[in-house]
């Protein structure tokens, strides 16, 4: 079920700014690939070209080709609702739905698929999204409370829950740790590792001992200047990108000397 995404001379634009060049990659299904490189380099633009985000921001195109288990994703008569069904996403800061209960709040995406469900397999779908964002035991008594009840840690395992309900294929997260503490930290990363059995990953990050620890593969963007687009410097094999990339810029950014 998991997806392989081969990405071939994606240019990125917001209007005539061209956001990202030149990139191409291999994403691998089920592991995690980690998109390291400074603030403003394009992670997360070049992220939401993968689950068809990007276009929804006026003026905002995508040239090139990025084709899951062969097929374009920006092909003509593809549904851009149905790749964001395949490809879930999760956000920097958690962003459960407050008014809804956190049963409602798992459920919520399945809903504005409009597929309709029967009770009994709403609440088996709950459990099993909860059970597999590993938030079941802390919320199985309630499920009918606010989602803004949660702690922030908890919140994010809700929006993961909520992400794998629909059964996407592939979850890109952007920054899923950085409004958490060590603790929901660790919980969202042992989360990550054990999904990575049944979907592909793609998950950006500051933190690079978070790339180190986590991800399969890492691949690091990097930008010449302010206007400039920014590029894939490098990509290869975790370990071999902390301890021997090819790429003096690599070293630079991973080791902390970037300017
Ligand atoms: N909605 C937008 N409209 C116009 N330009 C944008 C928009 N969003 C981002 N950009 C620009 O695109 C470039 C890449 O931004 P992006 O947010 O992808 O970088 P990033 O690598 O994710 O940075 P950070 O690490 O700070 O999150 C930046 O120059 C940014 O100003
Ligand atoms: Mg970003």
Redesign the pocket.
């Known amino acids: 079920m998991a997806q392989r995404i081969d990405i071939k001379d994606l240019d990125v634009y917001?209007?005539s700014?061209r956001?990202?060049a030149d990139v191409g990659m291999t994403i691998e299904p089920r592991s995690i690939t980690a998109l390291i490189?400074?603030?403003?380099?394009?992670?997360?633009?070049?992220l939401r070209t993968l689950n068809r985000m990007h276009e929804v921001?006026p003026g905002?195109r995508v040239q090139g080709t990025v084709l899951m288990d062969g097929v374009d994703l920006y092909g003509s008569g593809v549904d851009p609702v149905a790749v964001r069904r395949q490809v879930g996403m999760v956000f920097q800061r958690p962003n459960p739905f407050p008014t809804m209960s956190i049963a409602e709040n798992v459920l919520a995406g399945v809903k504005l698929n409009n597929r309709r469900i029967s009770k009994g397999d709403a609440n088996d779908l709950v459990e099993s999204s909860l059970r597999g964002a590993n938030l079941w035991n802390e919320v199985k008594d309630r499920l009918d409370r606010p989602g803004s009840s949660l702690s922030g840690g908890q919140q994010q395992r809700l929006c993961i829950a909520r992400a794998i309900a629909v059964k996407p294929q592939v979850l890109l997260m952007?920054?899923p740790c950085s409004a958490l503490d060590p603790i929901s930290t660790l919980a969202i990363e042992d989360l990550m590792a054990e999904l990575k059995d049944d979907y592909t990953i793609v998950i950006?990050t500051?933190n690079m001992q978070q790339a180190a620890r986590v991800s399969d593969r890492t691949a690091f963007?990097t930008i010449e200047g302010t206007g400039k687009p920014?590029r894939l410097v490098e990509m290869d094999d975790t370990r071999t990108m902390f301890s021997t990339p090819t790429q003096q810029a690599t070293e630079d950014y991973i080791s902390g000397r970037f300017g």
């Not at 490189?37 to 070049?46: A, H, I, L, N």
Request: proline share 4%; with cysteine; net charge negative.
């Open positions: 917001y209007g700014f956001a990202v490189g400074p603030s403003g380099c394009g992670k997360s633009t070049f921001i905002a952007d920054e950006v500051h963007f920014g």
